[in-house]
């Protein structure tokens, strides 16, 4: 009899201490704090707030990134590249377009004034257009599969469908990462080929002055074998190019690189407070804005570019063609290239 009475009294003891332990954390869960402690913190505000700032736990996963449970930066770039980024750069496509439509109608197609002359100079020879070809084709399609990750989801699925979006998508990557390699020994080729023709000098300056005689008839600025237009996309193409490379091996070559990180260090010698201890993930939201941002720069002066080279000015297409010109057409838009050729021969 003893036996049970005191069975049941620790019995009772044992359900009233459970009673009370759960009323203790349930007291603690609606004070706002949280059970175990463990992150040092003492409310549900604190914690989301220690989540939220990014920090790491622990993990027992190969991959260190993998401690972040909230990667807040994430929403920063998801803002940026859905927002100014795509914004901006489709206005700038169309603009440029629509520019060049407006242009065509008030100028026309800039013809020879003297008249083609059947005479024709060597322009570029068979390795300038060889350069020419390699860097400018594969920046077409660098562009197309590039311009189809940013606004595809957007412009395409609602015609071709999503299945149908996604096999063109996965083969535009592979385009786009390997076709990649073919721009860079282009524009390394072309730099090489063209650097002593492009360095600037006084008359140049005139030729801006004079806007390139592109928006008057009669008007034939003097210029060497680059005049300064081609002078300035030449730098901009090679100058974008490297760095719009750069990013882009950063990217298919993910959490190796800490570019940014060692720029911003740079350019605080100028008085700038840029972060300097940016995470892999930080480093790679980066290299994507900006391979971004530079791309489509490039691209709208390159819209340009094709433009001028082809359907707005007669004759200039041949130059990367057959790599002869009439020389006529050489006499008015290169009068200086033309007599250094002339007194070599």
């Known amino acids: 009899m003893l036996k049970k009475i005191t069975a049941v009294i620790m019995m009772v003891f044992i359900l009233n201490t459970i009673i009370i332990s ?14 175990g402690k463990s992150l040092g913190i ?55 377009i629509a520019l060049l439509f407006v242009f065509f109608l008030y100028r026309g197609k ?17 390795l300038d257009r ?16 590039g311009l189809n990750i940013l ?3 957007y412009v395409l699925i609602p015609i071709l469908g999503p299945e149908l979006f996604s096999s063109i998508t996965v083969g535009g990557k592979y385009i786009h990462n390997y076709l990649s390699f073919a721009f860079m020994i282009g524009l390394a080729l072309a730099f090489i080929l ?33 005049n300064a237009g081609q002078k300035m996309i030449f730098w901009i193409t090679m100058i974008g190019g490297l760095s719009v490379s750069m990013s882009g091996i950063a990217l298919m070559f993910p959490f190796e690189t800490s570019m940014f990180s060692e720029t911003f260090a740079l350019l605080n010698i100028f008085g700038l407070d840029l972060p300097t201890n940016l995470t892999a993930m930080q ?61 070599k021969s």
Do not use: C
Not at 22 to 35: C, D, F, R, Y
Not at 120 to 125: C, V
Not at 130 to 145: C, D, E, P, R, Y
């Open 194 to 226: 063209w650097v002593k023709h492009n360095i600037p000098t006084k008359i140049d300056w005139q030729w801006l002055k004079m806007g390139g005689g592109i928006f008057k008839a009669g008007m034939h600025p003097p210029a060497k074998k680059f």
């Open 151 to 153: 606004y595809g989801r």
């Open 130 to 145: 060889f350069a020419h070809w390699l860097m400018a084709g594969s920046f077409v399609l660098l562009a197309l599969t």
């Open 283 to 343: 480093e790679q939201q980066y290299n994507q804005l900006w391979h971004g941002v530079v791309s489509l720069g490039l691209m709208i002066m390159i819209i340009a570019h094709i433009y001028i080279g082809s359907v707005g000015m007669e004759g200039a297409l041949d130059a990367m063609n057959s790599g002869k010109v009439d020389r006529n057409w050489a006499k008015e838009h290169h009068n200086l290239w033309v007599k250094e050729e002339d007194e």
């Open 22 to 35: 759960n009323s203790n954390t349930s007291l603690a869960q609606t004070k706002g704090e949280v059970p």
């Open 110 to 126: 800039i013809k020879v004034e003297s008249g083609l002359s059947g005479d024709t100079i060597l322009r570029f020879a068979t």
């Open 42 to 96: 003492k409310s549900d505000t604190d914690l989301w707030k220690y989540v939220r700032n990014g920090n790491a736990g622990t993990t027992q996963m190969k991959d260190e990134l993998s401690a972040v449970m909230i990667q807040s930066e994430g929403d920063n770039w998801r803002a940026l590249r859905n927002g100014p980024v795509s914004m901006f750069g489709g206005i700038g496509l169309a603009g440029i």
